[in-house]
């Protein structure tokens, strides 16, 4: 299931990341790479903040449809 419909505290392991070749990048660039584990921390009026590799990222809801856990 993508990371946007996870509940909020819950921490999870990347299972893949969809999207074209630009995007499957950026994401990686970022830390969210398929075995990471992922904390959804929580839900914004533009997104969500995810906790990924120790740091704290702001996603859009569409980056968050494409990361599977």
């Not at 505290?9 to 990341?17: D, F, L």
């Not at 075995?35 to 929580?42: D, K, M, P, Q």
Request: proline share 1%; aromatic share 8%; glycine share 12%.
């Amino acid at each position: 299931m993508p990371i946007a419909f996870a509940d909020i505290g819950g921490t999870y392991t990347i299972s893949r990341v969809s999207g074209n070749d630009k995007v499957r990048a950026h994401l990686s660039g970022l830390g969210f790479t398929e075995g990471a584990e992922v904390t959804l921390v929580a839900e914004t009026t533009s997104g969500y903040i995810v906790n990924v590799r120790g740091a704290r990222i702001a996603v859009s809801r569409d980056l968050a449809r494409r990361i599977y856990v």
